[in-house]
């Protein structure tokens, strides 16, 4: 196994790193061109490899120069097609994502991570990146009596802590509480403080865009941490999403809304501290929400499907 393993090694970096032709690396190890395809497709395979192409400063379509022009910020864009189906969108976004994650990442990094539908679906297609004292931070919290299916959340943290070998800081506290005295209170508790420290500090972070009216139901609204008397009222002051549970309007006002006293996530004020802050989004049907996010500031780099960025464009020209 550890023969198989050198020569693995051996033949990517003649191939990727001194650029010597399939035939040349056959020869030094004794095998056949075919033998060495099959080996620098298996080290792909197996994460030793990673290969992306990402344009440090986004996308350079129309669509991205504008929303790139307009709020200051790399946009990062897949085209997919407004005829292909949700799961492909989400795929092709998620891919070009957790590429984008990867490459932002560095030894002693502290990454934020929220949890929800996005990042569930991004997390799969991290590519091993191991680091070198980084540590995973959760970035809002998401305890909720209601929801059987919390755990997640901690399979999210765990699939970041692993392709980066990083250790993992949970945010042991409701997504809402009940009551923004009762806030307060644990946000003077050591153990809470001590996470909200990390908050200030983070150098990477990245997050879905929930939203109220998205084709695929966003975690916050569809499985119980809102009722239904709560979610009447969002509407009615015209909430269309959040990030980090921090609830947004349209026009990306938030400071008034009451429950956001008591939501547990980072305000987008608060996020402005992060370097690089990657908002992720593959539903057209989220664009109201993502411009809220993209007008309050919360994002430095936007990933998301070219459908989605055009609605966004509309919305901002309407």
């Not at 032709?21 to 095998?31: N, V």
């Not at 997390?123 to 540590?135: I, N």
């Amino acid at each position: 196994m550890h023969d198989r393993y050198d020569e693995m090694y051996e033949a990517c970096v003649r191939y990727y790193v001194q650029s010597e032709t399939m035939e040349s690396i056959a020869r030094h190890l004794k095998l056949s061109r075919s033998s060495v395809s099959r080996v620098l497709a298996e080290a792909k395979k197996s994460g030793m490899v990673r290969i992306s192409l990402v344009t440090p400063k986004g996308s350079q379509s129309p669509v991205a120069r504008k929303l790139a022009n307009v709020f200051g910020i790399r946009v990062h864009i897949s085209t997919v097609g407004d005829s292909a189906p949700i799961t492909t969108r989400f795929e092709r976004v998620s891919r070009l994502a957790a590429t984008l994650l990867t490459d932002s990442v560095k030894d002693g990094d502290l990454i934020g991570a929220a949890w929800g539908v996005t990042l569930s679906n991004v997390v799969p297609y991290l590519e091993p990146k191991p680091l070198h004292d980084a540590t995973i931070v959760q970035m809002n919290g998401g305890t909720n009596a209601l929801d059987t299916s919390a755990s997640h959340m901690t399979s999210i943290l765990q699939a970041l802590s692993r392709n980066f070998d990083a250790a993992v800081v949970q945010f042991p506290v409701p997504a809402f509480f009940d009551y923004s005295e009762t806030k307060q209170a644990m946000w003077r508790e050591r153990s809470v403080k001590s996470v909200l420290e990390l908050h200030d500090k983070l150098d990477v972070s990245i997050f879905g865009i929930g939203s109220i009216y998205g084709k695929v139901p966003s975690h916050v609204y569809s499985a119980g941490y809102l009722d239904q008397a709560e979610m009447m009222a969002l509407k009615e002051q015209g909430v269309v999403g959040d990030v980090c549970t921090v609830l947004l309007r349209e026009d990306g006002t938030y400071e008034d809304l009451e429950i956001n006293q008591r939501a547990s996530g980072l305000t987008p004020a608060e996020s402005k501290r992060i370097p690089i802050r990657i908002g992720v989004v593959a539903d057209p049907a989220r664009a109201s929400a993502l411009l809220g996010a993209l007008r309050a500031g919360s994002i430095t780099d936007l990933v998301c499907d070219d459908t989605t960025a055009r609605a966004v464009i509309e919305l901002i020209d309407r």
